[in-house]
């Protein structure tokens, strides 16, 4: 009878752990983990080779920017003209500083853009950035990827727009969100995207077109929280501001607010550990090989 019983209490206490352990798990947020452009630190920016390497190291989402084609192709590019920084021409050469004017994608087929490559510069910013000949893809291509990996990541998809680019390197907002949202929903995509941009005129054209899009609100370094969520007429679900604009103070108070705080872009290891000590709700990073490492700890 006493072994009996020994056995019992030990089950009981296994089970007592057990459970202690799952409640320990579930205090502890799960932070989305967010692959800024892809992963820019690792590989080219916006680029396929980028997202899946990205999604193959377990990112949670996909961070990435938008633009439009002359006929009228969703682009994914972070701005809406040929980057000298980043871009060579079809030939191999070096673009000239002033190219936006000369290399507006809106001026541009996507036939043309994609003969552009935009992966094999050396990038000033991201020495250790792995070069290779790619081009700027189509969202559907991105799209497709994802398909293709079975992945089930998600997307935090930006509009790159301001308005002094309405009409010349951009779609009037009104018929530029229209087209990203059909080009969304055509490729069965609604329910894993949110979209975001620093344009207000543009989230508020999202609201009015998709009232159940999720929506974050981008902010400037040299802009203020409050302030520029006081522009908007409805509560996004997501502020997405300059990490350096956070507090632990501030990122409770809007958190008890019902936003969910998303900074970005987070690169240094200890700024990636204080906005997790502060229990943000999602990191944006060129690097989110060091995140999961710091999360796996």
Not at 274 to 291: E, R
Request: proline letters at 6%; one cysteine or more.
């Amino acid at each position: 009878m006493k072994h009996q019983h020994f056995q019992q209490m030990k089950k009981f206490s296994v089970c007592i752990v057990l459970i202690l352990l799952c409640m320990s798990c579930n205090s502890q947020k799960q932070v989305d983990i967010q692959g800024h452009r892809g992963c820019r630190g690792l590989l080219p920016e916006n680029s396929l080779p980028a997202f899946e390497k990205a999604i193959d190291l377990g990112v949670h989402t996909l961070e990435l920017d938008i633009v439009v084609s002359k006929d009228l192709k969703i682009v994914v590019s972070h701005e809406p003209f040929m980057n000298p920084v980043i871009c060579l021409t079809p030939k191999g050469e070096t673009l000239p500083n002033n190219s936006a004017k000369d290399y507006n994608l809106y001026n541009m087929s996507y036939d043309e853009i994609k003969q552009f490559d935009c992966g094999s510069k050396f990038h000033p910013t991201y020495p250790q950035q792995e070069k290779q000949k790619t081009y700027k893809p189509l969202l559907s291509e991105v799209f497709d990827l994802v398909k293709a990996k079975t992945s089930d990541v998600m997307f935090n998809i930006e509009i790159k727009s301001e308005p002094s680019y309405y009409g010349i390197f951009t779609p009037r907002p009104e018929a530029y969100v229209k087209l990203v949202l059909d080009e969304i929903e055509k490729n069965d995509m609604l329910s894993r995207v949110n979209l975001q941009s620093f344009d207000v005129v543009i989230l508020e054209e999202i609201k009015n077109q998709s009232p159940k899009m999720e929506v974050a609100l981008l902010v400037e370094d040299n802009e203020t929280i409050g302030e520029k969520l006081e522009l908007l007429s409805f509560k996004p679900e997501i502020i997405s501001p300059y990490f350096k604009l956070l507090s632990e103070e501030s990122v409770k108070d809007y958190q008890a607010k019902g936003f969910q705080v998303i900074p970005w872009t987070l690169n240094k290891e200890e700024d990636m550990k204080q906005m997790l000590s502060w229990q943000v709700d999602g990191i944006i990073t060129d690097y989110p090989d060091k995140l999961i490492k710091i999360l796996k700890k």
